[in-house]
């Protein structure tokens, strides 16, 4: 599996957002991560290599963050996670023929997309494999993104929420969770149909939240807030794996796709927004609104041999405990708010980055 993240970058001082992302991925080009640039001037992403081993993975998610870190040092401004902006901004557009069409067709959408995520991409043997999957694992995503809230502010406002960049992505016209496709070649005739109609502009602008990679043999689960902590985006990745896993077993048995509405799907994402962890979630199966501790461990317990196969369950079940201790990056950005207001928010998140450089902290 590998990981994704995306990060803000602020000036440390005024707490700003900088639309500097050129700057910052020449200052890092001689780091040995890859920093690519987004949507926006005002944000970069990091990737880590594959790994099977999760105290792999964990080493290369605190390397990345670290990287992206310096990087954003030399050019004078901090990466941060903050999945939104708590600040006031006005984004820039990344140069860019791809980027440009996006603004003239999508508009205001495009404008104000200046959000950040963390994608875990899984690997897979084949196409149909991967669509199995995607079908599959549909009724437990929105608890990935529970656990990952990291998003309150907009547009210099509480919103109540504790993932708003979930409320901002579900704008493009080709995101959110998915009916089953069926098979690789379901998937790909609908793929073809949605093209055809000429409101997306490739392959690249379906932001389900999971998919078929188009340039990995992967499933790209694309849930996630980017987090606060490490450690949150190491228990994401690691029961991401977990999910695909126990889909991937489940396709090759032949057995059925659990029937769900996309409309419960889409309210099940929208109260794991609206809370996080803090309230009720929706069970799966039968859809009942239970305490989110419950529906997480009821993870745990569906993905469980699939983590005991890899050697996971235990540290799973630690990151959790330690996660519910802690708590997500939501409640953290609205503790530093009630400390030092919107600036506040910003300065604890560029605390916890430049804190992942300089303590060297242990993950798992």
Do not use: K
């Amino acid at each position: 599996m590998g990981v994704e993240e995306e990060f803000l970058l602020v000036d440390p001082q005024s707490c700003v957002p900088r639309a500097i992302a050129s700057t910052v991925l020449r200052a890092g080009a001689d780091l040995d991560g890859d920093l690519t640039a987004e949507l926006q001037a005002e944000q970069v992403e990091t990737g880590t290599s594959p790994h099977t081993d999760l105290d792999d993975i964990a080493d290369d998610i605190v390397a990345r963050r670290r990287e992206a870190t310096t990087a954003a040092r030399r050019a004078g401004a901090a990466a941060v996670p903050l999945a939104t902006c708590p600040v006031p901004v006005d984004p820039h557009l990344t140069d860019g023929p791809r980027y440009a069409e996006m603004a003239r067709r999508f508009g205001r959408t495009t404008d104000e997309q200046l959000t950040c995520g963390c994608h875990v991409h899984v690997a897979v043997t084949s196409e149909d494999e991967a669509v199995g999957v995607v079908d599959r694992v549909q009724p437990w995503l929105a608890v990935l993104l529970a656990l990952s809230v990291n998003s309150p502010f907009w547009a210099a406002a509480d919103t109540g929420y504790c993932s708003y960049r979930s409320q901002v992505q579900v704008r493009w016209p080709s995101a959110g969770p998915t009916d089953p496709f069926g098979s690789a070649a379901d998937y790909r005739r609908i793929t073809e149909e949605l093209l055809r109609t000429e409101t997306l502009l490739d392959r690249g602008m379906l932001y389900f939240d999971a998919r078929p990679s188009h340039h990995h043999p992967t499933v790209e689960v694309r849930v996630g807030d980017v987090c606060r902590d490490p450690r949150d985006a190491l228990l994401l990745a690691a029961l991401t794996r977990g999910l695909v896993e126990t889909a991937a077993r489940e396709w090759a048995s032949e057995r059925p796709v659990a029937p769900v509405r996309i409309e419960m799907l889409r309210l099940a994402s929208w109260r794991a927004g609206r809370s996080g962890i803090d309230d009720t979630l929706l069970l799966p199966h039968d859809w009942r609104p239970v305490p989110a501790g419950v529906v997480v461990d009821a993870l745990i317990d569906h993905v469980a041999p699939a983590l005991t196969d890899a050697g996971d369950l235990v540290a799973v079940r630690g990151l959790w405990h330690d996660l519910r201790r802690r708590r997500p990056g939501a409640q953290h950005q609205r503790h530093a708010y009630r400390e030092g207001g919107l600036r506040g928010v910003v300065r604890d998140a560029v605390t916890a980055a430049e804190d992942l450089v300089d303590d060297a902290p242990t993950v798992i």
